[in-house]
């Protein structure tokens, strides 16, 4: 029996910005949209859609008097991620 | 990024290249290791020129106390901008090798400028031991095998600094940043060259 995959994550740049999220403690916004070469409203939404969710934390302050967007995996995103790919082992392997 | 539909394989692969491009923009390109390894080697190497010279006593306090200082200025700036200007995250790795690189830094400044002279004679093998902790420690955090050697052959070097003649602890402190910070820092700079290729 397979379950379901989190829809949250279960989308292309959703999913790159937590893999990142989960190699770090803590990133900018332009690093993720480097990293992940989306465009940078694409990439907004898709955090708003994180945020939403409760896996990542947004931190918003000044560098040099310019706007600076941190962001950092919570612990539900953890276990949400987690989960995730152990689902994905599932799948791809089912006698595991 | 276009949105698709994820087969399970893709997503694994997806998150396996994610996390290995963002491994690779924050990776050590071993700069400052050269730097220190170069700046540890000039100093000790002018001391045998000022001794041949004659010149030792006047000019050996001054040239130790210039470029060791003006190196910890460059490091600080260099790191500063590394992270500014490549909006590098911070990671766990990364912030205990800095913290760690900080914290032996300033321990060997106040040692040497400070307690020099209650160290004495053993001075130099004591400034191995420590710089040989810093490397092993970095080696090991970094998984790279060339740093983890250099730093057990420089732990090496300063026990043996022990056991020769104080005449010759220059020319084991030359050795020992060679072998433990020059050769290393050097193979660390291929290793990320050939990475970013």
């Given at each position: 029996?397979?379950?379901?995959?989190d829809?949250?994550?279960h989308?292309q740049?959703?999913?790159s910005?937590?893999?990142?999220l989960?190699?770090?403690?803590e990133?900018?916004?332009?690093?993720?949209?480097?990293?992940?070469k989306a465009a940078?409203g694409?990439?907004s939404?898709?955090?708003?859609k994180?945020q939403?969710?409760g896996?990542?934390k947004?931190k918003?302050t000044f560098?040099?008097n310019y706007p600076?967007t941190t962001?950092?995996i919570t612990?539900?995103?953890?276990?949400a991620?987690?989960?995730?790919?152990n689902?994905?082992?599932k799948?791809?392997?089912?006698?595991? | 990024?276009d949105?698709?539909?994820?087969?399970?394989?893709?997503?694994l692969?997806?998150?396996t290249k994610?996390?290995?491009?963002?491994?690779?923009?924050?990776?050590?390109?071993g700069h400052?290791?050269i730097?220190w390894?170069?700046l540890?080697f000039i100093v000790?190497l002018s001391q045998?020129v000022?001794?041949?010279?004659?010149?030792?006593?006047?000019?050996?306090i001054?040239?130790?106390?210039?470029l060791?200082p003006l190196?910890?200025?460059?490091?600080?700036?260099?790191?500063?901008r590394k992270?500014?200007?490549e909006?590098?995250p911070?990671?766990?790795i990364g912030?205990?090798?800095?913290?760690m690189?900080?914290v032996f830094g300033?321990?060997?400044?106040i040692?040497?400028?400070?307690f020099?002279?209650?160290?004495?004679?053993?001075?130099?093998?004591?400034?191995?031991?420590?710089?040989?902790?810093?490397m092993?420690?970095t080696?090991?955090?970094l998984?790279?095998k060339?740093?983890?050697i250099g730093?057990?052959l420089?732990?090496?070097i300063?026990?043996?600094?022990f056991?020769?003649n104080?005449?010759y602890y220059?020319?084991?402190m030359?050795?020992?940043?060679?072998?433990?910070?020059?050769?290393?820092g050097?193979?660390?700079?291929r290793?990320?060259?050939?990475e970013?290729?």
């Amino acid at each position: 029996m397979f379950n379901e995959l989190d829809p949250i994550l279960h989308s292309q740049l959703r999913l790159s910005i937590v893999s990142i999220l989960m190699t770090v403690d803590e990133a900018n916004f332009t690093f993720i949209q480097e990293t992940t070469k989306a465009a940078a409203g694409n990439v907004s939404i898709q955090i708003r859609k994180l945020q939403d969710a409760g896996y990542v934390k947004v931190k918003k302050t000044f560098k040099n008097n310019y706007p600076n967007t941190t962001l950092s995996i919570t612990s539900k995103g953890m276990k949400a991620f987690e989960d995730y790919v152990n689902n994905l082992k599932k799948y791809i392997n089912p006698k595991e | 990024m276009d949105e698709k539909h994820l087969t399970p394989e893709e997503s694994l692969l997806l998150i396996t290249k994610t996390i290995e491009e963002t491994k690779k923009r924050f990776e050590e390109n071993g700069h400052i290791i050269i730097l220190w390894g170069t700046l540890t080697f000039i100093v000790f190497l002018s001391q045998y020129v000022l001794v041949f010279l004659g010149l030792y006593k006047i000019f050996d306090i001054m040239w130790t106390c210039i470029l060791f200082p003006l190196g910890g200025i460059y490091t600080f700036i260099y790191v500063r901008r590394k992270v500014q200007k490549e909006n590098i995250p911070t990671t766990i790795i990364g912030r205990i090798i800095g913290t760690m690189g900080w914290v032996f830094g300033l321990n060997l400044m106040i040692l040497g400028f400070l307690f020099g002279h209650q160290l004495d004679k053993a001075a130099a093998p004591i400034f191995l031991i420590l710089f040989a902790l810093f490397m092993i420690m970095t080696g090991v955090s970094l998984k790279f095998k060339p740093l983890t050697i250099g730093g057990i052959l420089l732990n090496l070097i300063g026990f043996g600094t022990f056991l020769i003649n104080t005449d010759y602890y220059g020319l084991s402190m030359m050795i020992g940043s060679v072998v433990g910070l020059i050769i290393p820092g050097i193979l660390l700079n291929r290793a990320d060259r050939k990475e970013n290729v």
